[in-house]
């Protein structure tokens, strides 16, 4: 049963509309597990040790998704891919929505049969969301991830994720070109933006390296991932997970959010 948030986009088992039914809940009244992070910190470890220490646990669609459905086609009248014009988007409903997915969410009931009470979504960004989702909905928990925002490119690099593209053409001199990026001085300081330029020597293309840096920029512009870990180490360890992945690898990222949601379940 897929049921059409706007004339264009549906979501599995969900729907907007102000009127349950007896087997539908707002995602804001459920107990929500929220994972938490940027682009490259390693939510899909996170995801995957949350879905084994429950089995039964359901994860809602992802962030594209509803960011499709109740963000972008509204506005846009069809699918974008580019990144850069994607937070354009939503940044303008954020504008218009205090909490931004935050708030895109609360506005969505879920069918339980097929959710169940205790799904997972993947993610919020930065503090206005975090801020916003703890505040209004006490119910909803927290697992954050984070990660250096050098550290975030190279995973981008080596990921090879079809969704992280962007338009953008690149001059001869990658190093200029990364030093002219739009904001990119409030992310990287320079010693990082040569140790990135550098990585031409590992056989990346200069294309691809400006490619994933102009990402995180673009990302780091509209969402503060360290306020937003900042804010959630001031709730009680009951709602809020907060992680190092580079302090912990993929198996110890997993070891801990597994027995924090065991402990909760």
Known sequence: M?????????????RASADAAPHESPLSSLPLTVLVGVTGVGKSTALAALQSA???????????????????????????????????HTAEYRAGHSGGMAY????????????????????????????YAATHFPAWRFVALGAPDEVRVRRLLGR?????????????????????????????????LDALASLTARGFTATEILAKVRIVVSER?????????????TLPPARALVLDTVELNPAGVAARVSAWAGERA
Request: no cysteine.
């Open 160 to 192: 090879a994720d079809a969704f992280d593209q962007v338009s953008e053409g690149t001059g001869e001199d990658l190093r200029q070109a990364l030093a002219e990026l739009k904001g990119v001085q409030n992310v990287f300081p320079p010693a990082e």
């Open 221 to 233: 512009r509209n969402y503060d991932p360290q306020a937003a870990e900042s804010f959630l180490r």
């Open 54 to 88: 429950n089995a039964a646990m359901r994860v809602l669609p992802d962030r594209r998704e509803i960011t499709d459905a109740v963000m972008i086609w509204p506005r846009a009248g069809g699918p974008v891919t580019d990144r850069e014009e994607r937070f354009r």
């Open 104 to 131: 895109a969410l609360s506005t969505l009931l879920a069918d339980t049969r097929h959710w169940g009470r205790q799904p997972v979504f993947d993610g919020l960004r930065g503090l206005e969301e975090v801020e």
């Open 2 to 14: 897929n049921v059409p948030v706007n004339r264009a986009v549906t979501l599995p088992f969900l």
